[in-house]
T-cell receptor
Framework: GAGVSQTPSNKVTEKGKYVELRCDPISGHTALYWYRQSLGQGPEFLIYFQGTGAADDSGLPNDRFFAVRPEGSVSTLKIQRTERGDSAVYLC????????????????FGPGTRLTVL | AQKVTQAQTEISVVEKEDVTLDCVYETRDTTYYLFWYKQPPSGELVFLIRRNSFDEQNEISGRYSWNFQKSTSSFNFTITASQVVDSAVYFCALSEARNTGKLIFGQGTTLQVKP
């Protein structure tokens, strides 16, 4: 079946602009995650959704970053007043619930959006 | 505090050699989950394995094997008879039972397999 998809694959913007990054999870997956990966580093957690609500947004670096998932499927990560330091690959992942609802299953990742802020 | 350390930044081997990628983790939770992901040059993270903290049985999948030792907080990954297609960045990751939505990744180990 189809995996996690992310659009655009590449985004170049200028400092101070607003950007939106989209994630389409695997069909039927209730949980959705955003990570950021800088060059040469491991992915860093930003936020995750269980259904429509953000279950943990502790990784968002500041109030310029915001994410939504209004219908419990597609999610959009929004970055306001972009800065050069925001340049990174933004990864999205999704997972289903296990038999024990509190234990989330394995996260499957999309190809990422490479954001470059000039 | 939760932390994952992959001390090997880069490893280079010749095809058919065995190679072990090290992973050491820190957590205060007694229930947690450990993962390995592969990131080939295309960039997409590919899930390889998940282990639960209460199951220390080692696992083998084809040329891949994993050695989980709670006593040393390690979850090492061995590739037997490496192939050029194994060249990638490999990440070890941890999630804790109290917050299973958050994966904590190590810095990654870049494996280069030369023909």
């Amino acid at each position: 079946g189809a995996g996690v998809s992310q659009t655009p694959s590449n985004k170049v913007t200028e400092k101070g602009k607003y950007v939106e990054l989209r994630c389409d999870p695997i069909s039927g997956h209730t949980a959705l995650y955003w990570y950021r990966q800088s060059l040469g580093q491991g992915p860093e957690f930003l936020i995750y959704f269980q259904g429509t609500g953000a279950a943990d947004d502790s990784g968002l670096p500041n109030d310029r970053f915001f994410a939504v998932r209004p219908e419990g499927s597609v999610s959009t990560l929004k970055i306001q007043r972009t800065e050069r330091g925001d340049s990174a690959v933004y990864l999205c992942a999704s997972s289903s619930l296990g038999r024990q609802e509190l234990i989330l299953n394995t996260q499957y990742f999309g190809p990422g959006t490479r954001l470059t802020v000039l | 505090a939760q932390k994952v350390t992959q001390a090997q930044t880069e490893i280079s081997v010749v095809e058919k050699e065995d190679v072990t990628l090290d992973c050491v983790y820190e957590t205060r939770d007694t229930t947690y989950y450990l993962f390995w992901y592969k990131q080939p040059p295309s960039g997409e993270l590919v899930f390889l394995i998940r282990r639960n903290s209460f199951d220390e049985q080692n696992e083998i999948s084809g040329r891949y094997s994993w050695n989980f030792q709670k006593s040393t907080s390690s979850f090492n990954f061995t590739i037997t008879a490496s192939q050029v297609v194994d060249s990638a960045v490999y990440f070890c990751a941890l999630s804790e039972a109290r917050n299973t939505g958050k994966l904590i990744f190590g810095q990654g180990t870049t494996l280069q397999v030369k023909p």
